[in-house]
């Protein structure tokens, strides 16, 4: 009996771990801090759209040869994604962004230095690089600072399209009131990107020290994720790859239209489309945040189906109603794509391969996005705009609707 009150006392440590209690979870502002560097590289990614127009008559050189500019930022994009997730998993989320940041200040100098075309080139490839590093580095350091919060996804998804909205409005604006149009928004740019240098600097992330966790193999490598997790990784392409392919088909179309339906080439009422595109991708996913990952996969289906179908309309019937009903849910059918790829793969995919798994998502999506618009480009040039954009528009639909239609059957535990 002298005993029994000395034993109770030394069993309760065991049963109750105490470093649970000692690892508080970050603050949620840390989580917003975080979100900023994505967003200043994304204003990056789609500044320089309304700007081609007058480097075109600058330098004299063709649409075909703009269609390659274009190109030059998906190869970047694809190439940095494909080493950028394992890096980032093995090495850290800061000793990727830190370098991204820097590329993406490189290219800020060559866009407004430029003397020719090859020089445009690679201020795109550049910021592609950059851009690959922040949806695989960037979005994971969003996530693991949110420590299971819904706000993580969230708000690492809203950076992206907040931003790529962003851009080309602050561009427009600033090309048409400010003295030299093709500098003054990348001087600004600037700026932003040193402030989320800062932003990287102070994170409160911890280091990550060896390959433990993270799949073995070469450091350059097509990205992937557990096998446990490839069903969730579909699940996301099938409604992101088909949203952002819808979004780049109406960035690359907007303008075109905007000349033929409203008789201008104002570059800020170019960049205030695509504002408009991408703010409906930032106020959808606020709106759709608290439903199942399911439902907000097939509300990105169905809102990219009813997109394109209105863009198909807009070119076919020269009318502007259909291209702002195209621009609205273009961006409603890739912020909720996006938002449901990212939170299924948070949510599922160990931390240790959260990068490359965004990565593969991204990846995933561009890849399409960059095909079809170059490829509807030289489409045109053979059997004219309105043939070829019904072509493509109606494949992204098709897409969309298959996508939908994997996840109305395979997405029964997406909640």
């Not at 993580?152 to 003295?179: D, F, H, K, N, R």
């Not at 600037?190 to 450091?219: E, N, Q």
């Not at 504002?275 to 996969?297: E, I, K, Y």
Request: glycine share 12%.
């Amino acid at each position: 009996m002298p005993g029994t009150p000395t034993a109770r006392p030394e069993a309760r440590p065991a049963a109750s771990p105490a470093p649970a209690a000692a690892t508080a979870l970050p603050p949620v502002r840390e989580v917003w801090f975080a979100a900023w560097p994505v967003v200043a590289i994304f204003v990056l990614s789609n500044a320089a759209m309304p700007l081609y127009a007058v480097w075109q008559r600058q330098l004299g050189f063709s649409s075909g040869t703009l269609t390659l500019v274009y190109a030059a930022y998906v190869v970047g994009l694809l190439g940095a994604l494909l080493v950028a997730g394992v890096a980032s998993d093995r090495l850290g989320r800061k000793p990727v962004l830190v370098p991204a940041l820097l590329l993406a200040l490189v290219a800020c100098l060559v866009y407004a230095t430029a003397p020719s075309v090859a020089a445009l080139a690679l201020a795109r490839l550049l910021t592609g690089v950059a851009t690959g590093a922040a949806v695989s580095a960037g979005m994971a350091a969003v996530t693991d600072l949110a420590a299971g919060r819904r706000i993580g996804p969230l708000l690492a998804s809203t950076a992206m399209v907040l931003g790529a909205g962003i851009g080309p409005v602050l561009a427009g604006v600033l090309s048409e009131t400010a003295p030299a149009p093709t500098v003054t928004v990348f001087v600004v740019e600037g700026v932003l990107l040193v402030t989320a240098l800062a932003a990287v600097v102070r994170m409160p992330l911890p280091a990550r020290g060896g390959t433990a966790g993270t799949a073995p193999g070469a450091w350059v490598r097509l990205p992937a994720v557990p096998r446990a997790n490839r069903r969730h990784l579909a699940l996301g392409l099938a409604a992101f790859a088909p949203g952002i392919s819808a979004t780049a088909f109406v960035l690359s179309l907007g303008p075109s239209l905007l000349a033929g339906l409203l008789g201008t080439t104002d570059r800020a009422l170019a960049g205030g489309l695509a504002l408009a595109m991408f703010l409906s991708a930032t106020g959808v996913q606020f709106a759709l945040r608290r439903l199942a990952v399911r439902t907000v996969l097939l509300a990105s289906g169905a809102a990219t189906v009813t997109g394109t179908l209105a863009l198909v309309t807009a070119v076919r019937t020269g009318t502007l109603a259909p291209l702002v009903v195209a621009v609205l849910l273009a961006g409603a059918g890739q912020g909720a794509g996006q938002l449901g790829g990212l939170t299924l793969l948070s949510r599922e995919v160990p931390a240790a391969r959260r990068a490359e798994a965004n990565a593969a998502l991204n990846a995933g999506g561009y890849l399409l996005a960059g095909v079809l618009p170059v490829a509807d480009g030289y489409l045109s040039d053979a059997i004219g705009l309105p043939a070829a954009a019904t072509t493509f528009g109606l494949a992204v639909a098709a897409l969309a609707a298959g996508g939908a239609v994997l996840v109305a059957l395979r997405g029964g535990q997406a909640r």
